[in-house]
């Protein structure tokens, strides 16, 4: 993110907000959808500071630090949802986390090794990798859109 | 071009640090990981454990590919994996369409049609 942009903390808010109306099993689908939804807001406005100011450089340096915010909230939301969980699979994964084998930076990094190569992640598209549905949207995007011919003046 | 190769191309043209790059890409894959692993607990949490408990006993690509296939087979759970995917990709090429020079995005329609 460009260095010395103010971007309203409104995350924070939300957070003390949802808070104090979380029962003590944690926060409803609702609440979390609130507080995602809001979240993402936030780290948009701050891309979109950042790249007004310093192009699609700063935007993308904006990106990543809102994609490694999000990383760490979810991590967290994820490892208590698995351990609030009542079954055979949640409990193994929260000895896992108990044990330090599931949690923090460089577990992630191995988890999604894998994740990273079968790629294509879209099921439904068969074949159709994660590769060519960014080249898709890329031409969507970026290509000129052709302009309608104006009308002829009609005659009076 | 794979995924990483049309990533690093338009990093590249962004100017974005040559040492941040590899960063950048396996951010994206973390954070696309993680999106997906929560959106599919929303529509059903055995499915999420089958991801993770998936990844948490190192499967290999072939596996995880193997899982996402069988829990896919729920429409429910279908939907957010094409819809999280679709949106965390929408996001980066918004980014790109909004704060890329002309230059700059001619450069990239270039590279992805090589």
């Known amino acids: 993110m460009a260095e010395g942009q103010e971007v309203p903390d409104q995350e924070g808010d939300a957070g003390s907000q949802n808070s104090q109306s979380e029962s003590p099993l944690g926060p409803s689908d609702a609440q ?5 939804n809001l979240a993402d807001k936030v780290d948009d406005n701050k891309v979109e500071a950042a ?3 310093g192009g699609l450089k700063a935007a993308f340096a904006a990106r990543l630090n809102s994609w490694h ?10 490892y208590e949802r698995v351990q609030r969980r009542e079954s055979d699979v949640s409990n193994r994964l929260s000895s896992k986390v108990e044990a330090g084998q599931l949690h923090g930076k460089e577990s992630i990094q191995v988890l999604i090794q894998p994740f ?7 099921i439904k598209r068969g074949p159709l990798l994660l590769g ?7 031409r969507d995007r970026l290509q000129p859109k052709p302009q309608m011919p104006k009308a002829p003046p009609s005659a009076k | 071009m794979n995924f990483d190769e049309i990533l690093t191309k338009v990093l590249e043209i962004a100017e974005f640090p040559a040492q941040k790059r590899q960063e950048f890409i396996n951010t994206f894959y973390e954070y ?4 997906m692993v929560s959106e599919i607990r929303e529509a059903d949490e055995e499915s999420a454990d089958k991801v993770m408990e998936a990844n948490s006993q190192k499967a290999n690509a072939k596996k995880l590919k193997q899982t996402f296939g069988e829990i896919s087979q729920n429409p429910k759970v279908k939907a957010k994996i094409d819809g999280v995917t679709d949106e965390v990709i929408a996001k980066l090429v918004d980014d790109v369409a909004e704060y890329a020079t002309d230059e700059q995005k001619q450069k990239i329609l270039t590279a992805i049609s090589s």
Not at chain 1, 116 to 122: G, K, L, N, Y
Not at chain 2, 32 to 35: D, E, G, T, W
């Open chain 1, 32 to 36: 979390r959808d609130a507080k995602e």
């Open chain 1, 116 to 122: 990273r190569e079968i790629e294509s992640i879209a």
């Open chain 1, 132 to 138: 060519a549905v960014m080249v898709g949207a890329l």
């Open chain 1, 51 to 53: 790249g007004h100011k």
């Open chain 1, 69 to 78: 915010e999000t990383l760490l909230r979810i991590q967290e939301e994820e």
């Open chain 2, 32 to 35: 696309l990981y993680m999106r």
